[in-house]
C-alpha cells in the first residue's frame, strides 16, 4: 500500500545529513529497526524507490527519516537534500530483519547507524538500555551522526572509531580491535554498513565464537 505524506520539519544532523519528519498515516506502525521503501512524489522521481529505515519512535505524531545525501551525483539523495517543508513523499509497507534480540554489541559504519536509530531510542525510553553497547565508525568525527543522542543514551558504552581523522587516532574495526573491546562473544552483535565492512566482521565474530544466529544484519 501506497501513502503520499507530506514533509512536516527537515533538520541538518550533520554536514551531509539531514532528518525528515512527515506526516504519519493513521494506524501506520513498524518495529523499531524496520524500512520502507520511498519515493519523492514528483514526476521525475515517483518511480525510483529507495529503502530507508523509520528513525522515530511508534508513539511520535509523526514519522522520520534520517538520511545521508549523495551530493556527487543526480541521485534520490541528492534530490531530497533539495526538499522543502511541505513537499510530499511516497512511502510503502514496512519490512526489515533487523529486530532486537537482546543486549548485545550494535556495530556501524557511517549511514549504517539508521537502523538502529529507533531501537535504541526505544531502550533509552524505556529504561532498558541495560549493557547494550554501541561501536560507531566513521571516517571523521564531523561524519558521527547523533553523537550526542548517544553520549546521553549510552555514555561510556558508545564507542566512536575514526578511519581518516587527522587530528585522532585513526582505527578500524578488524579482529584486532574486536578482540580487544568485546567482552562477550556469545551475546547478540547488530550489524550495518556498508556491504563490505557487514561481511569482512561478521566473518571475524564467527570465528571468535560468535554464533551465526546471533550476527544480525539485512541479508
Given at each position: ?152 543514551m ?31 562473544f556469545s ?33
Amino acid at each position: 500500500m501506497e501513502h503520499i505524506v507530506k514533509i512536516l520539519a527537515i533538520t541538518q544532523v550533520t554536514h551531509d545529513v539531514k532528518s525528515y519528519r512527515f506526516e504519519k498515516p493513521d494506524g501506520f506502525r513498524f518495529e523499531p529497526g524496520q524500512a520502507t521503501d520511498v519515493s519523492i512524489n514528483q514526476e521525475k522521481w515517483k518511480a525510483e524507490l529507495r529503502p530507508f529505515t523509520f528513525t522515530a519512535l511508534n508513539e511520535w505524531p509523526y514519522l522520520e527519516f534520517t538520511i545521508k545525501s549523495y551530493r556527487d551525483h543526480d541521485g534520490v539523495t541528492n534530490a531530497l537534500d533539495s526538499l522543502q517543508v511541505g513537499d510530499e513523499l511516497i512511502i510503502r509497507d514496512v519490512w526489515g530483519v533487523i529486530t532486537y534480540q537482546g543486549e548485545g554489541y550494535f556495530i556501524a559504519g557511517g549511514a549504517g547507524i539508521t537502523p538502529f536509530i529507533a531501537i535504541l531510542r526505544q531502550l533509552h525510553k524505556d529504561g532498558k538500555m541495560g549493557a547494550n553497547e554501541l561501536f560507531f565508525s566513521n571516517k571523521t568525527a564531523d561524519d558521527i551522526i547523533l553523537r550526542s543522542d548517544w553520549d546521553e543514551m549510552l555514555g561510556q558504552q558508545a564507542h566512536y572509531i575514526l578511519t581518516q581523522d587527522a587530528t585522532s587516532p585513526q582505527e578500524h574495526i578488524d579482529k584486532a580491535y574486536l578482540i580487544n573491546y568485546i567482552k562477550d562473544f556469545s551475546k547478540p552483535f547488530y550489524i550495518c554498513g556498508p556491504d563490505k565492512m557487514v561481511a569482512s566482521i561478521s566473518q571475524i565474530l564467527t570465528e571468535l565464537g560468535a554464533k551465526p544466529e546471533a550476527v544480525i544484519f539485512e541479508k
